[in-house]
């Protein structure tokens, strides 16, 4: 793998400059930032997870569910890109 190390005593300041450090790294260095990135974020808010939580409930309690087989079949048209 063809790897290079770039060191600056410059600081990053401007969203144009982060742009473009991110446009020279490699495919799997741009994943794992993403991934970092996302992650830093990936805390919902209280309130916001008790109403999500208490919908699920509702939901169940008023029989909207689906087995895990049938949530498979569903899988994959939820992720085509039609």
Same mark, same amino acid.
Request: charged letters at 40%.
């Given at each position: +793998?063809? *790897?290079? &190390? =770039?060191w600056t005593d410059k600081e +990053? #300041? %401007?969203l144009q400059e982060i742009k473009s $450090?991110? $446009?020279n790294l490699s495919p799997h260095d741009k994943a794992i930032l %993403? $991934?970092?990135l996302f992650a830093m974020n990936a805390e919902p808010?209280?309130?916001a997870l008790e109403a999500v &939580? @208490? *919908?699920g409930l509702k939901d169940v309690e008023a029989g *909207? =569910?689906? #087995? =895990? @087989? @049938?949530v498979k079949a569903m899988i994959p048209r939820w992720t085509s890109k039609s």
């Open positions: +793998m063809d *790897r290079k &190390l =770039v +990053m #300041s %401007t $450090a991110i $446009a %993403t $991934a970092e808010d209280d309130a &939580l @208490e *919908r *909207r =569910v689906h #087995s =895990v @087989e @049938e």
